[in-house]
């Protein structure tokens, strides 16, 4: 089960271009890959990812975890709708213990997924996102936050000058 769980993970190398620095970028992720979904598969639960920790939402969409991402910014869009100002200011202190927690445990979420997957039969060409449909992944969720950004601008001004108004 585990050779199937890295080959899923692995990234499509092209042999023919193995002198160049792709190739030897993209061996040394599979490389990464290798040994830390095989660390988790032998019992260790935490290994340091710093994509996940800088990129924790993009990097599991990269990932083609698709379900957990869309989680958090529901969970996210809903906070910012129902909760003060005040609350999500002093909550959003403690930002960097989220992307601690993705630094540390988003292979194992990923070994998760990807051992799914297996079990499920898929393969890798069925797993593995192209580079266009990761484009489109990363329009779509740009877009998505742009929206939201700009709504609840659009809602806080109203609020700010309802404020002025009232005095």
């Not at 069925?126 to 740009?142: A, D, E």
């Not at 939201?148 to 000058?161: A, E, G, T």
Request: with cysteine; aromatic share 16%; hydrophobic share 45%.
């Amino acid at each position: 089960m585990l050779e199937k769980i890295i080959e899923l993970s692995s990234i499509n190398i092209n042999e023919t271009d193995s002198n160049s620095k792709r190739y030897e970028k993209n061996a040394k992720i599979d490389a990464y890959y290798r040994n830390a979904l095989t660390q988790i598969h032998n019992g260790k639960w935490i290994s340091w990812n710093w994509s996940a920790f800088f990129l924790s939402v993009l990097w599991m969409l990269y990932r083609n975890m698709l379900l957990l991402p869309l989680m958090i910014i529901g969970i996210d869009i809903i906070t910012e709708c129902t909760f003060s100002e005040k609350l999500i200011e002093s909550v959003a202190q403690f930002a960097w213990l989220y992307l601690i927690f993705f630094g540390l445990f988003n292979n194992k979420i990923y070994y998760h997924h990807l051992k799914r997957k297996v079990e499920k039969g898929y393969t890798r060409s069925m797993i593995q996102p192209t580079n266009h449909t990761f484009k489109k992944i990363l329009f779509l969720f740009l877009s998505l936050l742009f929206t939201v950004n700009i709504v609840f601008l659009y809602l806080s001004k109203r609020k700010h000058q309802k404020k002025c108004r009232t005095r």
